[in-house]
Structure formats: structure tokens, C-alpha cells
């Protein structure tokens, strides 16, 4: 090749790699806004439980950066991904308060607007510290986003209890999801993570029934309502989870309420029935809606939630001149909560859990109610007594002591041993028969 050739070759090539690294240049600086927003780190520097604006300002100034604050400042960046820097200290909750939309009382509230950053992620690092939340409200509530918790511990969180049912009040469930609760549309990896002491609400009793009067029968006691799902951590349909090197130890699903108390009868009304028990949460360690990943990780000593037991029958009426009337059935108790380790909804049919690696050891499915008594029967002074209700049937046992996997699942060189389930509940007695002076009731 002639060296003229030689010299025009080299020149094409010089201007290549002149133009490569013009372009290189431009996508760098395109790019740099969002390279530098996903590095953007607060460092949290107090241990104070406060979202006053002072404590959001997360500056190099000292004393500026709380936690809960921190969170709230990322929640209020539409488009720049954070990672929050914690030390290896106790951050304890103390901020009373449920359902507050705005992280300012009780669990540490994440709502990350997804536009316009569809890709926009929250780290918090632990670095060892524990998240406490000292029993007043969960410990983390994630309504929208990615989410990555690495090196941390999550305990001491109570999701809210049911309202017991009362004569002007109808019962509620258990809240899900005592340490975590994730509604979100994205993703939650913990990485390194422990989560343990947590529990997800009981439910709330259902109301006792009315007494008959002179011209009104008897109610009956009212449903016990279900106990709250995922005593560590609960997510729907639409959240991928993944456990990555991470212990999930000894939380608890909720109970069940218990069924009303049915109202007594009288001398023209026959006792009325016991409510039914309300069932136990499923998943004393992780509910899983959506797509999960469990991988090298420890899911141990959880217990799904207690079905609750059948409300007693309500005594039957008395009657002075002719037969006593009878008393009213016992409710029926409701089963316990299936998966004690972990329960998997699946429900999107796409979705798929794959554990691999991982140990799921001494989990218990919830312990079923036991139905409520019969009510005895109402005694006669010149009659027939009463015949006393017949006791409500038990619930019948739980299933999944470790595993209760509902859709196509993968479970590989992973161990699953001494995990067990909870009993079914005993039948209720039936209620004794009444006293009478030409006969007595049957029982």
C-alpha cells in the first residue's frame, strides 16, 4: 500500500474516533441527570421520630435529616431516585397515628410518584440499624414504587386491630401487613434484611345480639370478622417481591373475631343463634400477591393467624304458664389462617413464586375456632321446659404449615421441615334443657 493511502486511511480513522468521542461526550452529559439522581443520597443524621420541615432539609448541616423526614422528601420528588443512608442505631417510632396519607404519624409512609420516572427507585441502607416501630402502627406503608431495603431490620410493627361490632357499630377486619404492607405497583427486594416481631390486626368481635322484648324476637350475635394477612409482610397482586439473603422470624397473622353472643328469648320468643367466628390472616410470615422471589433466605417460627370461636346461643324464654321455649344455636367457628411461613395468592396468572436455596423451618398454620355453645333452654313453671340450642360446629383445620403456594411454583434445593398445622376447632356444647314442672327440656 502506498504510503499516500496509507496517510488518508489514518486521517478517516482520526476523524472516526474524533466523532465517537463528541458523541460519547453529548450522551454523557445527557445522561448525567439521571446517573447523578440515582445517586442522590440523604444521610440520615438524628435518631428523632420527626416530619417537621426542619428535619427534611437533609443537608451537610448536622441535625437536619430524620428518617421519616428523608422519606418525605423523596415522596415529594416526582422525578429523582434516593438512597437513604441510616447508621447502625435503633430508629424508633413514636409519632402516634394510622392511616395518615402524609408520613406524618405513625408507619413511615413511601408514595413515590412513578411520572414522569417510571424507573424512579427508593434505597433505604440500613448499615446494620433497626427500624422499630414500638407497637403503634406498621413499620413501613408502601402505596406506590420501587423500594429496595438492604442491611436492616424491620420490627415491633402492629398492623391496626378490627373495631369490635356493637349495637350501632358493624365489626372490622384486621389490617395486613404488621411489618410491611405494599399495595405499590413495582418492586420490593429486601436484601440482607431481618424481619421479625411484627404482627398483622386481629379482627374485631362481631356485636352481641338483642334481647327479645314484648313484641320483638331476639337478633342474632353478629359475624366475627377475618384477622389481617401477613403478620411480617403482606403485598397484592400488582407488587413483585423478592427475599434475597434476608430472615423472616417470628411474626403473626391476626386472629380471628369471635361471633356475637345471640340475644335471649322470652316467654313468646325462642332464644336466638350465636355469630359466626371471623378467619384467621394467612401468612404469619409473608402474603404474597404478587410475583415472588425467595432466595438464600430463612423463613422461621411464624404462625398464621387463629380463626375465631362461634358466638354462644342466647338463652331461651321462660314461660310461667305454658312450655319454655328453646335456646339458640352456637355459632360456628372459622378456620385458622393457612401458611404459617408464607402464603402465595398468585393472583395474576402471569405470576410465579420460585424459592430457592432457602430454609422454611417451624411455621404453623392458625389454630381453628371453636363453635360457640348452645344456648340452654328456658325453663316452665307449670310446662314443658325449653330444649336447650345445639352447640355450633368447629372450623375446620388450616392447611400449609410452611408453604401454602396457590399458583405454579418453584421450590429448589430448599428445605421445608417441621412446620405444622394448626388444629380444627372442637364442636360447641349444646345448651342444657330447661327446668319444668311436667317435663324437661333435652340438651
Not at 304458664?321 to 408464607?342: F, H, I, K, M, Y
Not at 410465579?352 to 328456658?378: F, H, K, Q
Request: aromatic share 2%; with cysteine; net charge negative.
Amino acid at each position: 500500500m502506498k504510503s499516500s493511502q496509507i496517510a488518508l486511511i489514518s486521517r478517516r480513522l482520526l476523524r472516526l474516533a474524533t466523532i465517537v468521542t463528541l458523541l460519547a461526550a453529548a450522551f454523557l452529559v445527557t445522561a448525567s441527570p439521571a446517573q447523578s439522581a440515582e445517586e442522590t443520597i440523604l444521610e440520615v443524621d438524628t435518631l428523632l421520630d420527626s416530619n417537621e420541615s426542619n428535619y427534611q432539609q437533609c443537608t451537610s448541616a448536622e441535625n437536619d435529616c430524620s428518617l421519616r423526614g428523608a422519606i418525605s422528601k423523596s415522596n415529594a420528588d416526582a422525578t429523582n431516585s434516593y438512597i437513604i443512608q441510616l447508621e447502625n442505631e435503633v430508629y424508633t417510632l413514636t409519632l402516634e397515628g394510622n392511616g395518615e396519607p402524609n408520613n406524618a404519624s405513625g408507619d413511615l409512609y413511601i408514595n413515590l410518584a412513578l411520572i414522569p420516572n417510571t424507573s424512579r427507585l427508593l434505597t433505604i441502607e440500613g448499615n446494620g440499624a433497626i427500624i422499630d416501630a414500638n407497637g403503634i402502627d406498621r413499620v413501613l406503608r408502601i402505596v406506590n414504587g420501587n423500594v429496595t431495603l438492604r442491611n436492616l431490620t424491620i420490627t415491633g410493627g402492629h398492623a391496626l386491630d378490627g373495631r369490635n361490632g356493637s349495637a350501632i357499630e358493624t365489626p372490622t377486619s384486621g389490617q395486613s401487613g404488621g411489618g410491611i404492607y405494599s399495595n405499590a405497583s413495582g418492586t420490593l427486594v429486601l436484601d440482607n434484611c431481618i424481619v421479625t416481631g411484627n404482627r398483622a390486626g386481629n379482627g374485631g368481635n362481631g356485636q352481641p345480639g338483642a334481647n327479645a322484648t314484648d313484641s320483638q324476637a331476639p337478633t342474632g350475635g353478629g359475624t366475627g370478622y377475618s384477622g389481617g394477612s401477613g403478620g411480617g409482610i403482606y403485598t397484592n397482586m400488582s407488587v413483585v417481591l423478592e427475599l434475597r439473603s434476608t430472615k423472616v422470624v417470628e411474626n403473626i397473622a391476626g386472629k380471628g373475631g369471635d361471633g356475637g353472643i345471640g340475644g335471649a328469648g322470652n316467654a313468646n320468643y325462642s332464644g336466638a343463634p350465636g355469630g359466626n367466628g371471623g378467619t384467621g390472616g394467612r401468612g404469619g410470615g409473608v402474603d404474597a400477591g404478587g410475583t415472588l422471589l425467595i432466595i438464600d433466605s430463612v423463613v422461621q417460627d411464624n404462625n398464621a393467624g387463629n380463626g375465631g370461636a362461634g358466638g354462644s346461643g342466647g338463652h331461651g324464654g321462660d314461660n310461667k304458664v305454658d312450655n319454655a321455649l328453646a335456646g339458640g344455636n352456637g355459632g360456628a367457628g372459622s378456620p385458622g389462617g393457612d401458611g404459617g411461613g408464607v402464603y402465595y395468592a398468585g393472583t395474576p396468572t402471569s405470576a410465579r413464586a420460585r424459592i430457592e436455596g432457602s430454609l422454611i423451618v417451624n411455621n404453623t398454620s392458625g389454630t381453628s375456632g371453636a363453635g360457640g355453645a348452645g344456648g340452654a333452654g328456658g325453663d316452665s313453671e307449670q310446662g314443658i321446659g325449653g330444649n336447650g340450642g345445639n352447640g355450633g360446629q368447629g372450623g375446620w383445620a388450616s392447611s400449609g404449615g410452611g408453604l401454602d403456594l396457590n399458583r405454579p411454583s418453584d421450590v429448589i434445593n430448599s428445605t421445608v421441615t417441621l412446620n405444622g398445622t394448626g388444629n380444627a376447632g372442637a364442636g360447641g356444647v349444646g345448651g342444657a334443657g330447661g327446668q319444668g314442672t311436667t317435663g324437661n327440656g333435652s340438651n
